[in-house]
């Protein structure tokens, strides 16, 4: 598994609210902003391949490299296993979820036939100011392209996606999203590092043609872009998977 640069320090710089006033509500902010930045450095740390698929969590080293106890890691730990990319153990700690091909192959199309859904219907609803912050995501996103900066890129390219899904006013749709995009976070990273299609240059030019579409509200041509967007991931994520370790490609 390829090894990315993470969020997390390498030494253990602790993670402290700053000092408050003693009022309750201030606070249960503090504690709330102290949780949510645990929880996004954990699943970077998680998606990026840090930990190898199947393998148990080590929670005392990521307290360590956290600077935090194992009581919020261990919240922060059930949140990633509600979002699909951890198992928790029965007292036995918790382990990296291990995907086999055939559940690549049906949670991605299932998410295929989600956005699909999404992108036809975003094209009925989206307002030109959803439009104008969509393509700032995505020229913010061809900038990490272009620097090979996969964390950010990812960051943003899933922002896009999960910009169309809000854009397509079904709560239904998206809760439905994001139970799913939880579960396949991790492997459609490492999917960008397909040896044999290339591809990230690949989906690079298929978010041109996604953008495209949506600017001009082409609804089922944004519907097939989408679906095959995402079955093209499927293919390259189980390429992937069969990639031998010691040919995994450099960090580009």
Not at 47 to 75: F, H, K, W
Not at 81 to 105: F, K
Not at 220 to 246: C, V
Request: net charge negative; glycine share 6%; charged share 30%.
């Amino acid at each position: 598994m390829l090894q990315m640069k993470s969020t997390i320090p390498d030494t253990g710089v602790p993670i402290a609210p700053p000092a408050t006033n003693g009022g309750d509500r201030q606070e249960s902010r503090h504690e709330a902003s102290l949780h949510g930045e645990i929880l996004l450095r954990l699943r970077d740390y998680v998606v990026e391949g840090n930990i190898p698929d199947g393998a148990r969590v080590p929670e005392r080293q990521l307290c360590e490299m956290l600077g935090i106890s194992r009581t919020p890691l261990r919240e922060a730990l059930k949140v990633l296993a509600a979002e699909g990319l951890i198992e928790l153990l029965p007292n036995r700690g918790a382990r990296i979820r291990q995907l086999s091909q055939r559940d690549l192959e049906e949670l991605f199309d299932v998410m295929a036939g989600l956005e699909s859904l999404a992108g036809r219907l975003a094209c009925e609803a989206i307002t030109d100011e959803e439009i104008t912050a969509i393509e700032q995501l995505h020229y913010e996103m061809y900038g990490h392209y272009l620097r090979r900066d996969m964390h950010g890129y990812f960051q943003a390219n899933q922002r896009i996606h999960e910009s169309i899904v809000a854009a397509a006013r079904n709560e239904t749709l998206k809760t439905a999203y994001a139970n799913f995009a939880g579960r396949i976070r991790r492997v459609r990273y490492s999917a960008n590092f397909a040896r044999k299609r290339q591809r990230w240059a690949e989906a690079m030019r298929e978010h041109e043609a996604i953008l495209d579409a949506l600017r001009r509200r082409a609804a089922s041509e944004l519907s097939d872009i989408l679906f095959q967007h995402l079955r093209n991931k499927r293919m390259a994520a189980i390429e992937h998977l069969a990639e031998p370790e010691e040919d995994a490609p450099a960090a580009p």
